[in-house]
């Protein structure tokens, strides 16, 4: 931990990958040793906590976040002052033996609390795009780094992604069952103290650290996000708490560091814009109440008004959007940063 306090905010990487030889699927990546994640891990200074699969995919709770593996696509999260990119050479290295190819790569993170605590390649926003283009293949030639601000300068949205020409949209165009689909990324400060509390165990309540998890999700409410999905959850000592939902292909995530003076909290879900996303964002807010907000929202495609929707759902909660911002990445779609101060909050 940072001297001055535990560092919340997630650094966020999705690799795709492909590969021709049809005998390496339906597992693909599922098939990569334990040991071999283990050591991708190791470079990235966390260890798995707790793990659970479905028929499509493997959700691993790390000591630092968590963990996605599916056939051919890898989702790694990590806070604290874990070193996330230097994931990426082994994940290839591995991919490869396997007779699988990088053909997407997506970085995202929101703005550190404490960015003088991350040490190299996470120093400053230049130092990882640097990395980034230093450690993705070649094919991946169309790439782009933009930081989306929003009124705040303490708030911004860093995302970078990389694509190959023949692989374009490669988990996407997200289209399930007809349906658009799109990652929302809700970042949360400033937690209301009282529903803080509730991430801390009692001292010395002796439980190992997923029967205390599993007392967390049902204590805050958290089960009823979505009561379909399977949960992973696990409790830190003597706080903190992290959880990895399951819902068929879909995952969800929160993480929550609750202490006061830098408490943080994340959640993070595919979904479709079919979906009540509105009651899912408002159960997200009312677990938490915090004092700042930000939504990132990212689709393959264009003229999608879900944020829209987003806005909607939390205003009447006191939530009031601030910011908006929205990019577009070559081959890899469009995102949007909304930030949101609660109304008893001063500017
Ligand atoms: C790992 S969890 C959740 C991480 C998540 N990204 C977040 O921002 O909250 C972090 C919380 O657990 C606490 N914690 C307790 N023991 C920990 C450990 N061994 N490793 C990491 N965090 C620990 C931290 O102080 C913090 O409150």
Request: proline share 6%.
């Amino acid at each position: 931990m940072a001297v001055s306090g535990f560092e919340g905010f997630e650094k966020r990487l999705e690799l795709h990958f492909f590969g021709d030889d049809p005998a390496i699927f339906p597992l693909g990546l599922r098939k990569l040793e334990f040991e071999s994640l283990e050591q991708v891990l190791e470079a990235v200074q966390c260890t798995v906590v707790s793990a659970v699969g479905n028929s499509y995919f493997d959700a691993y709770v790390l000591s630092e976040s968590s963990l996605f593996v599916y056939p051919t696509k890898i989702i790694i999260k990590t806070c604290g002052t874990t070193q996330l990119l230097k994931s990426i050479l082994p994940l290839i290295q591995y991919a490869h033996h396997l007779g699988l190819a990088l053909c997407s790569c997506r970085y995202t993170r929101g703005s550190f609390i404490f960015p003088k605590s991350q040490p190299f390649p996470h120093t400053s926003f230049k130092d990882e795009v640097t990395y980034l283009q230093d450690t993705i293949p070649s094919n991946l030639c169309f790439r782009k780094a933009s930081i989306m601000p929003s009124k705040s300068s303490s708030h911004s949205w860093h995302v970078f992604t990389a694509n190959d020409t023949t692989h374009t949209l490669p988990h996407m165009p997200y289209v399930h069952d007809n349906e658009l689909l799109f990652t929302m990324e809700i970042c949360m400060t400033e937690l209301d103290p009282i529903l803080a509390r509730k991430f801390f165990r009692p001292s010395e309540d002796g439980k190992p650290g997923d029967s205390a998890g599993k007392e967390m999700t049902e204590l805050t409410g958290i089960n009823e996000i979505n009561p379909e999905a399977l949960i992973c959850d696990f409790a830190f000592d003597p706080c903190g708490y992290s959880m990895n939902g399951m819902d068929g292909d879909w995952y969800s995530t929160i993480h929550v560091t609750p202490e006061d003076g830098f408490s943080y909290a994340s959640f993070e879900c595919v979904s479709s814009v079919n979906d009540n996303i509105a009651h899912v964002l408002r159960k997200v807010v009312k677990i938490f109440r915090p004092g700042t907000m930000s939504i990132s929202t990212t689709w393959n495609g264009f003229g999608n008004d879900i944020w829209r929707q987003m806005a909607s759902a939390v205003e009447p909660l006191g939530m009031k959007c601030r910011s908006f911002a929205m990019d577009q990445f070559p081959a890899a779609g469009t995102v949007v940063f909304q930030t949101f101060t609660a109304r008893r909050k001063s500017v």
